[in-house]
């Protein structure tokens, strides 16, 4: 391991840039840092209150020309070319999110390319959003239209900001909504510049997409408050949601929430063990554990108990932290020092109440001193009220917890306030379908984990969220129904 890591020159954006009319900031300037070096990836302004209030506004007007709400060829086309715009700026893209997140390049692409297949998922749908004609008897005739809702606002968080946006973002646009986008304050810069691939294409209407920079107190919160907002897709931690759901109740408006998650990853004795393995570090450790869906507690059968955990210890003492941009990296850092420190709290409050396996070996190197690095930690022997085990921690520390049993299994993986996913690992398909229905999460990985498809719906149970994205009923999401009703004797017909 180097003391300093050596990589290319970075010299920070200047952002939103002139051309980039489709941001409305006149505030204050902040900066973005990576979290590897700690130098600043981008110098960015915030919007005003009367920004967000301008930037809803120019958006109700966009959705008042119609021309995009019924224009279903137009939107398709539009969002087609915008899914090749990212493919074709994966690169820059990919090494821009790694600088601003941390994340891993290979993840950084991986995440430009689940973006472009988001958008074009939804590119093919702009032409779909079908209602349907009701038989209602001689005398009448029904109708049932899937119209656009109005201005949508979409809140992301700071941990997949891409492709989180896209998920909300293309739906929204394919339904014929016009859009005012508030990105994580952590990751705006990459943000801005994916967006401005969409802004720049010459038959995507004026004020269609609009963007607010800023903080979620003040920004996020104005967006949230605005009447004229007809629906929040809120994705973040569930505490903000909940506000997020209140405030939008003050005016019935609508609200999507994708929230935090805490989600089982159950191991039975009859699975295939060395994939079992794969994927208990696949589900713990990706993107240094800063992700929704993370199987951050793995439920193991007691008569695997000892050997899985000792070759999950070695793999995971193994696992190489470094710089995100160099290719064998495994493991970058977290995405701020508050964030850091935030899962080192935990790690100690784990070694205090259970047995602390691995995370206490972070290299002391300058270059892993100098980023957010966490070591990947695993804890054990944890009472199951233990807020290591109960709450949601969001960075690389995987909880073991031990079960006899089909039954007690699905009792331990229930045990939370969340339900966003979980996996089981076993070779009886039976069982897999049994556990499979009695656990109460939106996504069920049964022998793989963290797969998605655009044409999947996912979302939460319980605390974890309210509504679906992705698939069919993620563009539905961003529609209401209106039943037209005609009288079949008058003269109309
Ligand atoms: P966060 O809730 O702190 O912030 C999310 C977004 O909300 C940011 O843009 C933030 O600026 C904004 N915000 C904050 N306060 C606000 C307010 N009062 N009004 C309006 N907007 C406000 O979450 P985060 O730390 O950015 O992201 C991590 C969380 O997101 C974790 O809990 C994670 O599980 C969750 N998450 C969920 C999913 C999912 O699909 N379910 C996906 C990714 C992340």
Not at 90 to 99: D, K
Not at 171 to 189: D, H, I, R, Y
Not at 354 to 366: A, Q, Y
Request: proline share 4%; charged share 25%.
């Amino acid at each position: 391991m180097t003391d300093t890591f050596v990589r290319p020159d970075w010299t920070p954006l200047d952002l939103p840039r002139a051309e980039q009319s489709f941001c409305v900031t006149n505030g204050d300037r902040f900066d973005t840092t990576d979290p590897t070096t700690g130098e600043v990836v981008a110098s960015l302004t915030a919007s005003t209150l009367e920004d967000v209030a301008g930037a809803v506004e120019r958006a109700r007007a966009a959705f008042g020309r119609r021309g995009w709400r019924n224009d279903g060829q137009v939107r398709c086309r539009v969002l087609f070319r915008y899914a090749e715009a990212l493919r074709a700026n994966r690169e820059r893209l990919a090494e821009l999110l790694t600088r601003e997140q941390g994340k891993t390049l290979a993840e950084s692409r991986n995440e430009i390319e689940g973006s472009a297949d988001m958008v074009e998922f939804y590119a093919g749908l702009a032409r779909s959003t079908y209602g349907r004609a009701i038989p209602v008897g001689d005398d009448a005739h029904s109708v049932i239209l899937r119209e656009p809702l109005g201005v949508v606002g979409v809140i992301t968080p700071w941990n997949w900001p891409v492709v989180l946006l896209m998920r909300a973002l293309a739906p929204a646009l394919a339904a014929g909504n016009t859009v005012v986008v508030k990105p994580a304050s952590l990751t705006p810069a990459v943000t801005v510049e994916c967006l401005a691939l969409l802004a720049a294409d010459p038959d995507l209407p004026e004020g269609v997409l609009t963007c607010v920079l800023g903080s979620g107190a003040v920004v996020g919160d104005a967006l949230v408050t605005n009447r004229h907002v007809e629906m929040i897709a809120f994705t973040g931690e569930s505490g903000t949601g909940i506000n997020v759901l209140k405030q939008a109740a003050n005016d019935l408006r609508k609200v999507s929430l994708e929230l935090g998650g805490k989600s089982p990853n159950i191991v039975f004795a009859d699975a295939d063990l060395d994939k079992a393995l794969d994927g208990a570090v696949n589900a713990a450790f990706t993107t240094s554990g800063q992700i929704c869906t993370a199987g951050s507690r793995l439920l193991l059968e007691d008569s695997i108990y000892e050997d899985f955990l000792a070759r999950l210890t070695e793999r995971v003492r193994a696992l190489r932290l470094g710089d995100p941009l160099d290719p064998t990296t495994q493991m970058g850092p977290v995405v701020s020092r508050s964030q850091q420190t935030s899962v080192n709290g935990y790690v100690e409050l784990g070694r205090a109440e259970g047995k602390l396996l691995v995370g206490d070996d972070l290299d002391d190197t300058e270059a892993l001193r100098q980023g957010c690095y966490v070591a990947p930690a695993i804890v054990t022997d944890l009472p199951r009220s233990s807020r290591v085990v109960q709450e949601e921690i969001f960075g690389p520390v995987l909880v073991v917890q031990r079960f006899s049993g089909e039954a007690e299994a699905i009792e331990i993986a229930e045990d939370s306030q969340f339900g966003l996913a979980a996996g089981i690992w076993t070779s009886d398909l039976n069982r897999a379908w049994r556990v499979g229905r009695a656990v109460s999460s939106g996504t069920i990985w049964i022998n793989t984990y963290h797969h998605f498809y655009p044409e999947a719906e996912v979302g939460g149970f319980r605390q974890s969220g309210l509504g679906r994205q992705q698939g069919l009923e993620g563009i539905h999401e961003f529609t209401e129904t209106k039943h037209l009703n005609f009288d079949s004797k008058s003269t109309l017909f």
